[in-house]
């Protein structure tokens, strides 16, 4: 087995930007395609083979919605034997000029994606983090879990348009020589779907 990583898809945790909330309560995290970054099968990782200080993050949403305000990473890292379970969240920050030819190949009209990179004051508690996975890799391989979830406020920019439903899909990018990937797949919303959502749906406010 290889360290698997999940992607968080239904416990995506969301919240408006107006007003600020508590997140959304989540559901059990859906099974992304496991990666190879820590595949028990590879040789032994140096330290800078995983760099989580690098890791970001990007979102797809309808044009006349707004996310800017940032996000937040929730990383859980856990192995029952050796008793390892650390949950730690990181505050990320909106960025233009990304390159990835993935996220361009998702581009579609009417919708703009957003994207959002770690802070600078989260890199040593990062770094601690990434040495730890690659501990856990040396001395459990193929018993350790390392599950992402995510949270993005999101408002109403376009108020002179009718708010309709709200497609979202959520993106990782876990080491920046790789591209990014699906973490929460293409999922639509509508104003009362599940309690608390309809924030999504309200205006900005400056």
């Given at each position: 087995?290889?360290?698997?990583?999940?992607?968080?898809?239904?416990?995506?945790?969301?919240?408006?930007?107006?007003?600020?909330?508590?997140?959304?309560?989540?559901?059990?995290?859906?099974?992304?395609?496991?990666?190879?970054?820590?595949?028990?099968?590879?040789?032994?990782?140096?330290?800078?083979?995983?760099?989580?200080?690098?890791i970001a993050?990007?979102?797809?949403?309808?044009?006349?919605?707004?996310?800017?305000?940032?996000?937040?990473?929730?990383?859980?890292?856990t192995n029952?034997?050796?008793?390892?379970?650390?949950?730690?969240?990181?505050?990320?920050?909106?960025?233009?000029?990304?390159?990835?030819?993935?996220?361009?190949?998702?581009?579609?009209?009417?919708?703009?994606?957003?994207?959002?990179?770690?802070?600078?004051?989260?890199?040593?508690?990062?770094?601690?983090?990434?040495?730890?996975?690659?501990?856990?890799?040396?001395?459990?391989?193929?018993?350790?879990?390392?599950?992402?979830?995510?949270?993005?406020?999101?408002?109403?920019?376009?108020?002179?348009?009718?708010?309709?439903?709200?497609?979202?899909?959520?993106?990782?990018?876990?080491?920046?020589?790789?591209?990014?990937?699906?973490?929460?797949?293409?999922?639509?919303?509508?104003?009362?779907?599940?309690?608390?959502?309809?924030?999504?749906?309200?205006?900005?406010?400056?």
């Open positions: 087995m290889r360290l698997a990583l999940l992607a968080a898809a239904a416990a995506l945790l969301i919240t408006a930007c107006s007003p600020k909330t508590e997140t959304v309560p989540a559901e059990a995290p859906l099974p992304l395609d496991e990666t190879s970054i820590l595949d028990e099968e590879a040789p032994a990782l140096p330290p800078s083979a995983l760099d989580l200080s690098k993050l990007a979102m797809r949403v309808p044009s006349g919605f707004s996310a800017d305000d940032g996000a937040d990473l929730l990383i859980n890292v029952p034997r050796l008793g390892v379970n650390i949950s730690e969240t990181f505050g990320l920050d909106m960025v233009e000029g990304i390159e990835s030819p993935f996220l361009a190949s998702e581009a579609r009209e009417g919708f703009r994606i957003w994207t959002y990179t770690t802070q600078v004051e989260d890199a040593e508690r990062l770094t601690a983090l990434s040495l730890e996975l690659i501990r856990l890799k040396t001395e459990a391989p193929g018993e350790n879990e390392l599950v992402f979830s995510a949270a993005a406020p999101m408002c109403r920019s376009d108020t002179a348009a009718e708010p309709g439903s709200l497609s979202r899909t959520i993106y990782i990018r876990v080491m920046p020589e790789q591209d990014f990937l699906i973490l929460a797949p293409e999922q639509v919303l509508n104003p009362g779907d599940v309690p608390g959502l309809e924030r999504f749906w309200e205006p900005c406010t400056e």
